[in-house]
Each structure stands twice: as structure tokens, then as C-alpha cells.
């Protein structure tokens, strides 16, 4: 299945006004998270008020540049290797994702429609982010001197900015 970015980028911007928006549909993902994936809830310090944001700014962010994998690519590799700071393991990759088409449907749902061809849609692209930080996160010395043209540490945060999932081209 080739990605329908269209399709992605349609319903993320439904998402973000539709049903309460973006606020809303970051702060169902942690309460249905910490619900459905109880052990996870330990590997959060910031609480759901405010890490909703740094959520939908990732999702912002990874929607924004899917057809840029030149920028998109570092942000991810960046992005897993952080997320072993926060302990993150590559089991808890497929809850998120689950989590994440769960809230969705949800969320869309409620105001107008969620298809099957959008859970597919969004299913290939979680697969594809998913797989490229696991990549990163299972060998962080590979991508060192990528994340440093790119404005990152090696630890995946960024140079000089205290806000990692903003993306700058």
C-alpha cells in the first residue's frame, strides 16, 4: 500500500479542530493510555497537561514533513534515540500506535467519520515511524553524525532548543 499523505494530512487537520481539537485528542491518547497500558505510566515526568502538546507537535511535525524524508528521516532517528532517556522499550512502539489509531477513530468519529481506508492510512505511517525509531534506538552510534548536521546531540535532544519535537528544517 502506497501512503495516501492527502488522506494523513486531512485527517490530522480534522483532528485538529474537530471534537475539542488537538487538545482534546492528546489528552483522550494519555488517559486511554495510562487505561489500556497501565505500566507505562511511570515513564511519563510531565504530566498529561502539558505532555499532550509535545504530542501533537510531534504528530504536527511528522505529518508536516512526510514527503520530506530528508528532514523527516533525522527528526525520527532523533526521536528514538531520545525516547531511550525516557526509558521507552520497542514493545511499547506498537501500544502507542494502537493507542494513537484508537483515539483517532474516536476522536473523528464523533463529528463526522472515520474510515477504514484512514485506519489503514494511518496504520502504514505509524508502522513507518515506528520502524525508523527502533532503527535509531537499537543503534544510536550510527546516527551520530546525522543528528549533529542536523542540529542535534547524541543523545537526540536538540542543540541550544529545550523543545525536541518542534522540527526545523
Known sequence: MSLDVNLLRETFERAKVENGGA???????????????????????TPPEEQHKKLMASVSAIVAAVEKPDVLVPYLHAMGIRHLEYKTENAHYPAVAENLLAVLSEHLSK????????????????????????????????YKEELASKGFEPNGFKKNDPRPWVLTP
Do not use: Q
Request: aromatic fraction near 12%.
Open 23 to 45: 487538545t482534546a485528542l492528546g489528552l483522550r491518547f494519555y488517559e486511554r493510555l495510562f487505561e489500556k497500558y497501565p505500566s507505562v505510566k511511570p515513564l511519563f515526568k
Open 111 to 142: 463529528e463526522g467519520n472515520w474510515t477504514e481506508e484512514m485506519k489503514a492510512t494511518w496504520k502504514a505511517a505509524l508502522e513507518v515511524v515506528n520502524g525508523v525509531m527502533i532503527e535509531a534506538a537499537d543503534s544510536p552510534d550510527k
